[in-house]
């Protein structure tokens, strides 16, 4: 009866113990510390850029694009802020671009535009300003859906 009733004590132990590391493990959170804080980002909303489509030598409509984008709160800032160089640099790539089927925006690789305009607008600052560019909208309006 004694090993009986051992045998028991020493079974229910080592179930209580393995079920108690076993939660411990789940609960117990390894905390990692950064070597340097995390950077604030900030954000801003642009104005709507009207970029004109033109094909077989007329005004077809108009892509407007809505963007936004961060920027680290320590960024170095020009007095020329940039949004300035971003409507620029997003107008000309637009305007330029040979792949944009503007009947067919869906198509369109927006993450190709977005990751050009932080390299170009970085470029033409001199210094890693813009960390990500958002966009708000992209859309194609018809120059005969445009009232006057």
């Not at 510390?33 to 007329?58: S, W």
């Not at 690789?109 to 210094?127: E, H, P």
Request: glycine fraction near 4%; charged fraction near 20%.
């Amino acid at each position: 009866m004694k090993v009986i009733a051992s045998c028991v004590w020493i079974s229910l132990l080592t179930a209580a113990s393995a079920y108690a590391a076993a939660t411990w493990k789940l609960n117990h959170v390894d905390v990692v510390v950064p070597d340097h804080p995390a950077e604030k980002l900030q954000y801003e909303k642009m104005q709507p850029i009207n970029v004109p489509m033109i094909a077989g030598g007329a005004v077809q409509g108009y892509v407007v694009v809505q963007l936004g984008y961060t920027y680290a709160d320590n960024a170095p800032r020009d007095t020329i802020p940039p949004e300035v160089y971003l409507d620029d640099e997003a107008f000309r790539i637009i305007y330029s671009d040979p792949n944009l089927d503007f009947h067919h925006l869906e198509k369109y690789d927006v993450g190709a535009l977005t990751a050009a305009l932080v390299q170009k607008v970085n470029q033409r600052l001199n210094a890693k300003v813009i960390k990500d560019v958002l966009v708000q909208a992209l859309n194609f309006v018809p120059k005969n859906e445009i009232s006057k």
